[in-house]
C-alpha cells in the first residue's frame, strides 16, 4: 500500500478540524458550566489525540515490508485501536464519576442559550467534514478514513443530545437533566470503549477471522481437484489489511516435486485470486496413505489399496484440525 497525498491531507484536515472543535466546546463549557457539554468537550479532545496517532499508525502500516519486519507493518493499527480504546474507556469513566456527582448535587447551568449556539456550529462542522470524509474515504478505499468520517457523525449525535439537555434546562430550570445527559453520553463512551480494547486484544491475539477461514474453505472446496486428497492445519493471520494463510495438503505419494509444485501454486493462486486484499499463501504437502484410498478421488491411482467409497467435505471442523482426514468406518 502506498500513502497518496491526499489521503494524508484529509487525515491532517481532520485532525485540525477537531483541534478548533475542542476550543470551541472547552469555550462553550466555560460559558456554561454543563456536565453535558464537558462530556462532549473530553470526547472531543480524545478524538484529537487519537486521530493524530491513527494518522501515524495508518503510515506505519502502510510501509513495504522489510527484512526486520517479513509480515510487514499492518498489525500496528490494532495497537492505535487498542490506545484509542484506553483512552476512550478513562474519559467515559471519569464523565460517569463526575455525572454521578452532578446527579447527586445538581448545580445550576448558566447561559444555555450560548451554549446551544456554539455546539450546534460544530455539529454543522462536525457533519461537513464527515461527510467529506466518508465520500472520499470510499473512492480512495480507505477504511481508516471512512471510520474517522463515521465517529464525526456520532460526535454530532452527542453533541445534538447535549443541546436538547440545555434546552430542557432552559425550559424547565432543571439541572438534573444536565446530569442525566452527562450520564447517558458517559455510559455510552464505556461502551464505545471497551468494544475498542477488545478488538485490540482480538487482532493482537491473532484471534481467528472465522468468516475468511470459512471463505478459504469453501473456495477450495469448490474447486477441488482429484490430486488435493485433503486439506488440514488450516489457518488465517491478519496482518493489518493483508492476509496470511497456511495449511497441510494431503497429495498422492508418487507425484514427482515438479508436479506437487505446480499443484501448490494452483491452490495459492485459486486463494490470492478470492481476495482484494494482498494475500501470503503457503501450503505444506503431506504424502497420501493407504487411509486416504477409501475417499480419494485419483482416478487410475497406480496404487490404490481401497476402493473409494465416498467423500469428505471440508468443513470448518476438519480443515482447521492437524490432523488427515478419515472416514468414520475405517
Ligand atoms: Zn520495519
Ligand atoms: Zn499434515
Ligand atoms: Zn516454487
Ligand atoms: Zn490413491
Redesign the pocket.
Known amino acids: 500500500m502506498t500513502f497518496p497525498a491526499s489521503k494524508l491531507r484529509l487525515g491532517v484536515l481532520s485532525l485540525v478540524v477537531s483541534a478548533v472543535l475542542v476550543a470551541i466546546k472547552f469555550y462553550a463549557y466555560m460559558l456554561t458550566a454543563s456536565q453535558a457539554v464537558l462530556t462532549d468537550a473530553l470526547e472531543s479532545i480524545i478524538n484529537v489525540f487519537t486521530s493524530g496517532f491513527a494518522l501515524y499508525s495508518l503510515y506505519l502500516s502502510g510501509l513495504p515490508k522489510d527484512e526486520n519486519h517479513p509480515y510487514g507493518h499492518g498489525k500496528v493499527e490494532y495497537l492505535s485501536v487498542g490506545f484509542e480504546g484506553a483512552l476512550i474507556l478513562i474519559a467515559g469513566l471519569y464523565i460517569f464519576y463526575s455525572a454521578t456527582l452532578a446527579f447527586l448535587e445538581p448545580h445550576a447551568v448558566a447561559r444555555p442559550d450560548l451554549g446551544i449556539a456554539l455546539l450546534s456550529i460544530t455539529a454543522l462542522v462536525n457533519l461537513a467534514v464527515g461527510f467529506l470524509l466518508i465520500r472520499s474515504g470510499r473512492q480512495l478505499k480507505s477504511v481508516a478514513l471512512v471510520g474517522d468520517g463515521q465517529h464525526l457523525y456520532l460526535d454530532a449525535v452527542s453533541t445534538l443530545v447535549s443541546c436538547v439537555a440545555l434546552l430542557l434546562v432552559a425550559a424547565t430550570g432543571n439541572a438534573l437533566f444536565d446530569a442525566g445527559a452527562a450520564l447517558l453520553l458517559g455510559g455510552f463512551i464505556v461502551v464505545n470503549g471497551l468494544r475498542m480494547v477488545r478488538r485490540s486484544v482480538g487482532g493482537l491475539m491473532d484471534e481467528s477471522d472465522v468468516v475468511v477461514v470459512r471463505e478459504v474453505i469453501g473456495e477450495l472446496q469448490q474447486f477441488r481437484r482429484p490430486a488435493w486428497i485433503d486439506v ?2 488450516l489457518r488465517v493471520l491478519r496482518y493489518g489489511a493483508n492476509l496470511h494463510i497456511d495449511c ?1 495438503m ?1 497429495m498422492p505419494y508418487y507425484f514427482s516435486l515438479d508436479e506437487i509444485h505446480n499443484e501448490l501454486n494452483d491452490i495459492e493462486a485459486l486463494i490470492r485470486e478470492r481476495f482484494d486484499v494482498e494475500v501470503e499463501m503457503f501450503v ?1 504437502a ?1 504424502p497420501c496413505t493407504f487411509t486416504s484410498c477409501s475417499h480419494c478421488h485419483m482416478p487410475e491411482c497406480p496404487v490404490r489399496h481401497h476402493p473409494f467409497s465416498k467423500e469428505i467435505g471440508w468443513t470448518l471442523t476438519n480443515a482447521v484440525k ?1 490432523e ?1 482426514h478419515r472416514l468414520v468406518a475405517e
Open positions: 488440514h492445519n497441510h494431503t505444506h503431506d492437524n488427515r
